[in-house]
Nanobody, 124 residues
Framework: DVQLQASGGGSVQPGGSLRLSCAASGFTFSAYAMSWAREVPGKGTEWISSISSGGENINYEASVKGRFTISRDNAKNTLYLQMNSLKPEDTGVYYC?????????????????WGQGTQVTVSS
């Protein structure tokens, strides 16, 4: 079975940083594009970033570009999201998700498995 286990969430002050991880198992991680999405109170779930299977093609939602960095380690079957300069509006539940193919276009909604979320709270 596909498993996507996100971790690394927590509470930080505005301007702080967090690094999320997503441990993947049950499929050939290096063969598929991956993404991060978040569920924001009052706004629903939004796509925020994607990365192709080999890491060559990376896309970001406009509000996080320049502050967040997505990466992956195919040897460790792990997806990462480094989040810097965090803002209160970044508060939400963050999910990692898998696509059915190795590369995707910007903003494309994940069409395969989703992991459980990890809570990120940005507040002073």
């Amino acid at each position: 079975d596909v498993q996507l286990q996100a971790s690394g969430g927590g509470s930080v002050q505005p301007g702080g940083s967090l690094r999320l991880s997503c441990a993947a198992s049950g499929f050939t991680f290096s063969a598929y594009a991956m993404s991060w999405a978040r569920e924001v109170p009052g706004k629903g779930t939004e796509w925020i970033s994607s990365i192709s299977s080999g890491g060559e093609n990376i896309n970001y939602e406009a509000s996080v570009k320049g502050r967040f960095t997505i990466s992956r380690d195919n040897a460790k079957n792990t997806l990462y999201l480094q989040m810097n300069s965090l803002k209160p509006e970044d508060t939400g539940v963050y999910y990692c998700a898998k696509y059915r193919r190795p590369d995707v276009t910007r903003g494309e909604w994940p069409d395969d498995d989703w992991g459980q979320g990890t809570q990120v709270t940005v507040s002073s």
